[in-house]
């Protein structure tokens, strides 16, 4: 990454300059491998699929590809219930063909981020299968959380919690006799059981997983479910009317309890005994950021995603409220803020900003997109955002397969804050090239995808939009090169907020000398107001930022739901 000399009478450091690890700026692109791309021809995306895409990624211009799981699973929750952690499933390919990837993103320059499902397993895992065959008493039970039932016949589960995915987070065993048996708890689908971290099996194992894969080359983790793994001791009722999901401000016995940074912290030694500056990011839905910033202490891991920033609505002061107040909890740990709009679990931005317009949508979504760009820390982008792919909302029901659509799991809440039975939607594979579907998915014109995709996709492959100054792949790769050229962009630590008109976010970033100011106009009409500075890049358009733009000295028209970078 270049490097840029620090100017001590600005208002930033750059991370750049003061050498932080990469992961302080990286912008991280996450490949959800089933819906990327299908080298083999079988309707899924599979590891060939990806490698022979990876100069996408680098032209596109991220610093690191983080892939959803890719391990041995029956796909009950599409590969998020690992049946043996250090094998590749088939229809993925083989570990050679992991080996192949990350050698290849190593080439083209791109870090290699994996997937790790720590708080459970798949019902097919070897342990779960020899603990249910070795019947109520056995030892092997204790990697899992068995319970004997509440109520005369232990018919109950054995206490109040709910699945993530909707119904009861418990299941009943038949004993090897036929008899009913213990409950097993599963906080996601009944597929997938959870382990018993304070067993310490449970932790050597992980830890030799983790070597496995950091031996193989990979550069870091990303950490599925990080708040789940303890659970409160007894497993005590949650006692109160509706359950928090993924995200929300009640705290309860399942998640976020202080005991999950022990684990972090054996991680984090482990992983600083390995060279190249490998990391993990916590997937810790918490209450608010000051609770994620936990999982960020120096001696735990080194990135959390910002939820709290997902959820925000097209809101400009509930988003600068969120920007302030993830930048001074991140700071308080000295780590890095994350930010990110996407990802395969909730609604694609695009949609979620869309109040009912599509075009209105992909311009907000492209504002948001120049707007998180901007600011201080790194930055995760979604397969397929950069091609402004909307949510596809009228799958038919035949051919989902998100568990939770199955089991119901808060259909209706209308909240972003993911696994509400919606996730197939987003889980579209991507248009590359081509008029009819699969659009270059896979090699074959008119071949199976494994979900359909949208035939007006055919505008939105990645070859229809190359060379296009007005497409979002051409915005996207505008963007990424301006962000790693400018020292005021992604590095630092704060951001200094400028005057600005209500519904108007307006911010001041310096660096090396550089002051880059940012403004997206949400007030939903055009803003004039003094031009902040020379226009660098307008999210209408990436190759000409708008004549009534202006420039130092003059007027600007801000556009409505646009954003606007401009040097100073
Ligand atoms: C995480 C994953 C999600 C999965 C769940 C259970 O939230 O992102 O896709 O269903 O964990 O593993």
Known sequence: MTQHITDATTDAITDRDAGRGWWHDAVIYQVYPRSFADADGDGMGDLPGVTARLPHLRDLGVDAVWLSPFYASPQADAGYDVADYRVVDPVFGTLADADALVRRAHELGLRVIVDIVPNHCSDQHEWFRAALADGPASPLRERF????????????????????FGGPAWTRTTDPDGTPGDWYLHLFAPEQPDFDWEHPAVR??????????????????????????IKAPGLPDVGHGEQVKLLGAAPVPYFDQDGVHEIYRDWRA???????????????????????????????????FNFTYLTTGWDAAALRAVIDRSLAAMNSVAAPATWVLSNHDVVRHTTRFADGDPARGLRRARAATLLMLALPGSAYLYQGEE???????????????????FRGAGQGSGQPSGQEGTRDGCRVPLPWSGVRPPFGFGPVAGGPSWLPQPAGWADLTVAAQQG?????????????ALRRAHPALGAGRDVAWEEAPAGVLAFRRTAAGRTLVVTTNLTGRPVTLPAPGTPLLCSLNSRAPGADLGGPGTDAVLPPDATVWWER
């Open 387 to 405: 091609l402004g792919l909307p949510e596809v909302t009228d799958l038919p029901d035949e051919v989902r397969q998100d568990p939770a659509f």
């Open 204 to 229: 050597e194992e992980f830890r030799s997983v983790l070597r496995f894969w950091l031996d193989l080359g990979v550069d870091g983790f990303r950490v599925d479910v990080a708040h789940g793994l």
């Open 145 to 164: 959380h068995f319970r004997p039932g509440r109520g005369p016949g232990g018919e109950l589960p054995p206490n109040d919690w709910e699945s993530v």
């Open 270 to 304: 482990l992983l600083d005994g390995y060279d190249g500056e490998r990391i993990a990011v916590a997937e810790a839905w918490t209450p608010t950021v000051e609770r994620s910033a936990l999982y960020l202490r120096p001696d735990e891991l080194h990135q959390a």
């Open 468 to 480: 296009d100054p007005a497409s979002t792949l051409e915005l996207y790769r505008t963007a990424l």
